[in-house]
T-cell receptor, first 115, second 110 residues
């Protein structure tokens, strides 16, 4: 167990629907990152939150949104789903930046299948 | 922008040594990470280089040359369980965001 918890592990939904993916970071970590990994693709950075505030944004679609709550858990909302959104979605967490940063700890991911 | 290149696939024999290369082009480089990812599972941290040179950790070592924009991951005494994808990721100054390469899928044969 990495300490980063993602739910659900698997999700199957229809095109046009909306889903919410949840992530609880490792205890003590203030940053949460979301990545998308499609079949045979690398990890694509979506968005980072730090202590409740958005800190960095990648190529996240307008149909996708995220937030980090006061208890530091984060949710990634995916709406108007398309077949191409089928992927593994990973959450990762880290300590604060600067000299304390030594990479991420990843959750086990949510496998989203859009049918 | 950033560009990270790794070979797509490599094969090796159990007990052998394999070197996985990663080249990158980025401004404000501030560290390079290697992660291991088994199919369908979460990436797990292997190594971190921010200064030039070799970092050794058991059977795994990682090397960095900042002037050449080059790193490699060296795996010794290969085991079947080392069959996985190996991801190279770069960090820039003033950000904790990691940009990942597409990964190198390593297959170890008996």
């Amino acid at each position: 167990d990495s300490g980063v918890t993602q739910t659900p592990k698997h999700l199957i939904t229809a095109t046009g629907q909306r889903v919410t993916l949840r992530c609880s970071p490792r205890s003590g970590d203030l940053s949460v990152y979301w990545y998308q990994q499609s079949l045979d693709q690398g990890l694509q950075f979506l968005i980072q939150y730090y202590n409740g505030e958005e800190r960095a944004k990648g190529n996240i679609l307008e149909r996708f949104s995220a937030q980090q709550f006061p208890d530091l858990h984060s949710e990634l909302n995916l709406s108007s789903l398309e077949l191409g959104d089928s992927a593994l979605y990973f959450c990762a967490s880290s300590v604060d930046g600067g000299t304390g940063f030594n990479g991420y700890t990843f959750g086990s991911g949510t496998r989203l299948t859009v049918v | 922008g950033q560009n990270i290149d790794q070979p797509t696939e490599m094969t090796a024999t159990e007990g052998a040594i394999v070197q996985i290369n990663c080249t990158y082009q980025t401004s404000g480089f501030n560290g390079l990470f290697w992660y291991q990812q088994h199919a369908g599972e979460a990436p797990t941290f292997l190594s971190y280089n921010v200064l030039d040179g070799l970092e050794e950790k058991g059977r795994f070592s990682s090397f960095l040359s900042r002037s050449k924009g080059y790193s490699y991951l060296l795996l010794k005494e290969l085991q079947m369980k080392d069959s996985a994808s190996y991801l190279c990721a770069v960090r820039r100054y003033n950000t904790d965001k990691l940009i990942f390469g597409t990964g190198t899928r390593l297959q170890v044969f008996p």
